[in-house]
């Protein structure tokens, strides 16, 4: 059960887009579509912005998308806003009922 | 409102006891898969635990056979026992709902709870 990896920081300048990549094996990402994505700000719990690879629940602005190739999840802001300033996480069922978390990605909003 | 409310933290020397408790609101934990994830100071999320609707656990190798999950209905809480403690058990542990829409998601969190193990 190795973390899924992340670059550990990405930014931009409101108005951009971001991409974090999350990578895992055909184990985890390459093997399912139950990806999920996480923002964290300091000293608060996660909140889900994606499920399963690409949809977002009620809520979440469409400037938070979605995907996967292969081994590879992605994530992109699009409209980078200065409250997208956090920590982001990708999470993938990894098989026999557990899953993995990523890294961990900072995004800095320049 | 929908709302998860960790208790039972604490400072705990090695290789002791613990119980954390998650009590739920708004909605049945009966219904819904329910699991635990931790984060260490200043590092990542790990997940934990999770119970199924039926009542099926499963663990992370980091914790299994240590750990245990479960839940009463009545109450409406879902517990993590905890034994035989380590430094490396030392963490934020946050309860998690399941979202009904997908397989394997958490759309509702607790605020943590901090379980410190050290001498």
């Known amino acids: 059960q190795s973390a899924l990896t992340q670059p550990r920081s990405v930014s931009g300048s409101p108005g951009q887009s971001v991409t974090i990549s999350c990578t895992g094996t055909?184990?985890?990402?390459?093997?399912?579509?139950?990806v999920s994505w996480y923002q964290q700000h300091p000293s608060k719990a996660p909140k889900l912005m994606i499920y399963?690879?690409?949809k977002r629940p009620s809520g979440v602005p469409d400037r938070f998308s979605g995907s996967k190739s292969g081994n590879t999840a992605s994530l992109t802001i699009s409209g980078l806003q200065a409250e997208d300033e956090a920590d982001y996480y990708c999470?993938?069922?990894?098989?026999?009922?557990?899953?993995?978390f990523g890294t961990g990605t900072k995004v800095t909003v320049l | 409102e929908v709302q998860l409310v960790e208790s039972g933290g604490g400072l705990i020397q090695p290789g002791e006891s613990l119980r954390l408790s998650c009590a739920a609101s708004?909605?049945?934990?009966?219904?819904?898969?329910m699991s635990w994830v931790r984060q260490a100071p200043g590092k990542g999320l790990e997940w934990v635990s999770i119970?199924?609707?039926?009542?099926?656990?499963y663990y992370a190798d980091s914790v299994k056979g240590r750990f245990t999950i479960s839940r009463d209905n009545s109450k409406n809480t879902v517990y993590l026992q905890m034994k035989s403690l380590r430094a490396e058990d030392t963490a934020v542990y946050y309860c998690?709902?399941?979202?009904?829409?997908?397989?394997?998601?958490?759309?509702?969190w607790g605020q943590g709870t901090m379980v410190t193990v050290s001498s």
């Open positions: 998690t709902k399941g979202y009904s829409l997908s397989h394997d998601a958490f759309d509702i």
């Open positions: 708004g909605f049945t934990v009966s219904g819904n898969y």
């Open positions: 119970i199924y609707s039926a009542g099926d656990t």
């Open positions: 055909s184990s985890d990402v390459g093997g399912y579509n139950y």
């Open positions: 399963d690879v690409s």
């Open positions: 999470c993938s069922y990894a098989g026999t009922y557990t899953r993995v």
